[in-house]
């Protein structure tokens, strides 16, 4: 929890917490540099549980802390960026959530220049969330802030 204390005290956030042999392994093979931005990689700046993720549509979005990316979002079965969410829930509190994942997400499986690509800006505090439509272009679903916080 150290990790969220140069984020601002209102804000709240999700971690996408892999296994400890995962995080061992990564340890491992990755240079420092490349550890960090995997670990931001699996915070996103909002808190949601297992019922807002399932409440938002399948195929959705979520930024995430590591700039320009964003994780891809399934509902059946529960999936970030094609890792299942094994151990839902398993810490919830007034501002961080913790769903535990079966491994690491690649960096090389997220979506990148997300802000960019999709038109979509997110800060710093996660003021968006949006999903691709029909068309593939990014549809704005702001109204989802409203009944997570």
Request: glycine share 8%; hydrophobic share 45%; net charge negative.
């Amino acid at each position: 929890m150290a990790a969220l204390a140069f984020y601002s005290a209102h804000a709240s956030y999700t971690i996408f917490a892999p296994t400890d042999a995962s995080l061992f392994a990564l340890d491992m093979i990755q240079m420092a540099s490349s550890y960090n931005e995997t670990l931001r990689l699996h915070f996103l700046p909002l808190r949601l549980s297992l019922s807002d993720l399932r409440s938002i549509s399948s195929g959705s979005i979520l930024p995430t802390h590591l700039p320009y990316s964003a994780f891809h979002l399934t509902t059946d079965p529960l999936q970030v960026t094609g890792v299942d969410v094994a151990l839902p829930d398993l810490f919830y509190s007034r501002h961080v959530a913790i769903q535990g994942l079966v491994r690491i997400v690649s960096l090389n499986s997220v979506l990148f220049e997300y802000g960019e690509r999709l038109g979509l800006g997110f800060g710093s505090e996660g003021e968006s969330i949006g999903s691709l439509g029909s068309e593939g272009r990014a549809i704005d679903t702001l109204g989802l802030f409203d009944l997570i916080q």
